[in-house]
């Protein structure tokens, strides 16, 4: 039988609302909708703004359980560990306020993690005298024990916290989620992970990976509309993540909801919800375009990509070329460059949409790859780097 090549299967672009003028190989950042699921999120705006009252009061409670339901069986845990957020940046900035930090005590974290939660992580030791520890994690990585040890070895008496990326931002990496968490368990320490990039780009069952704690962005790899994510404590730690970021209504809750936990964060006031209830609509757009038969081709895409990109700038792969280690997006080192300079370039001249940055001094470019991608995506990205690179080193 003939294998499939990187270009079957592939889903056409015109689903999306992408411009099809742009080479779009930044998913990673803020996702893409398919038009489909927009036109339900839509759909959510209008039927609220027909009848706020009745939408607000009385169908909203049974929609969010609904949505929560389908977001649960999707991700392998029970509707009531899940609470929507607009994105991971507020989830957790909700949680560190509630993990009682006292002066001494350690989080211990990586220098792979995204900056939004490193400064929130800054934040709220100052706040309360604890210490944010980023374990160095040097370059390349070569196997997921080593990896474990490089990070548990930061592990001291004061550690309260392991936080860490399922994906990693800058250097597009899986870390060993499982086993991480596996160790925290046995050693007292609340695992809290950042999953912002793995929802969708891998098949997660969060009961059986065992994180504490687990935050993850369905507007990204799952297509969701913009401002849907969600937040998931298993049932042991609700007790202990009872403030809300803003109190409203659910706290001290005139008509209790499903649990105390989702009774208080769930309710924020007056605010747009459609997002959220448009997250059943991403997950079954993604269960009709078989979206296992996608990820394999995306991740054959990357791994080609990477490759041809590290043989082309002559650099050395960052971890070895296999699915344990990157699946549809691939952060490759770039000989020293000026990274604005070019990534303007490769937008103004080429309609190249991709990162290009420092991460520890040195230059990356990282690529993402979507079911609308293809071959000529992967080749109009080598070729512009080809003619640019040389202009900016
Ligand atoms: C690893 C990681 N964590 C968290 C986030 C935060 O996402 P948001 O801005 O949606 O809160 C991102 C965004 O790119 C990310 O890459």
């Known amino acids: ?127 309360t005298g604890a210490r944010y520890i980023q374990q160095p ?21 004061n550690t309260k916290v392991l936080f860490f990326s399922h994906i990693t931002s800058a250097t597009a990496l899986t870390f060993p989620a499982e086993e991480l968490c596996k160790r925290a368990k046995e050693a007292g320490i609340t695992s809290i992970v950042d999953g912002a990039h793995a929802v969708a780009q891998m098949e997660l069952n969060l009961d059986e990976l065992g994180a504490d704690i687990y935050t993850g962005a369905c507007h990204k790899w799952l297509c969701a509309p913009k ?77 080609n990509t990477r490759n041809r990109l590290n043989e082309m700038l002559q650099q050395n792969p960052i971890s070895p070329n296999t699915p344990d280690w990157f699946l549809q997006m691939c952060a490759v080192q770039l000989p020293e460059v000026d990274e604005v300079a070019l990534q303007t370039a490769l937008y103004d001249r080429f309609k190249v949409e991709i990162p290009v940055y420092r991460w520890q001094g040195t230059p990356f470019v990282r690529a993402s790859f979507q079911a609308y991608n293809d071959q000529k995506d992967a080749d109009r990205l080598l070729a512009s780097l080809e003619e640019l690179v040389p202009k900016f080193v």
């Open 137 to 157: 994690i040097p370059l390349p990585l070569t196997s997921p024990e080593e990896l474990v040890e490089q990070i548990w070895s930061g592990v001291t008496a």
């Open 227 to 303: 401002g849907s994510a969600f937040l998931y404590v298993c049932k042991e730690l609700q007790d202990q993540m009872l403030k809300p970021l803003v109190v409203s209504w659910g706290y001290e809750a005139e008509e209790l909801g499903p649990s105390l936990f989702i009774d208080h964060h769930d309710w924020q006031g007056t605010r747009e919800l459609a997002a959220f209830l448009a997250v059943p609509d991403a997950i079954e757009f993604q269960q009709q375009h078989d979206w296992q038969s996608q990820r394999e081709r995306c991740h054959k895409l990357a791994s």
């Open 1 to 127: 039988m003939k294998s499939l090549s990187v270009n079957d299967l592939k889903i056409s672009k015109s689903l999306f609302l992408l411009d099809p003028e742009v080479t779009f190989l930044n998913h990673g950042s803020f996702g893409a909708c398919p038009k489909r699921v927009f036109e339900r999120y839509q759909y959510w705006q209008l039927e609220m703004e027909k009848q706020p009252v009745k939408f607000l009061q009385r169908r909203v409670p049974e929609l969010l359980d609904k949505a929560r339901a389908k977001l649960g069986k999707y991700l392998g845990c029970s509707a009531d560990e899940l609470i929507f957020f607009p994105n991971p940046t507020t989830a957790i900035n909700m949680v560190v306020r509630n993990l009682d930090l006292k002066p001494g005590d350690e989080i211990l974290s990586t220098d792979h993690e995204y900056g939004a939660m490193d400064r929130t992580w800054r934040f709220i030791c100052k706040e």
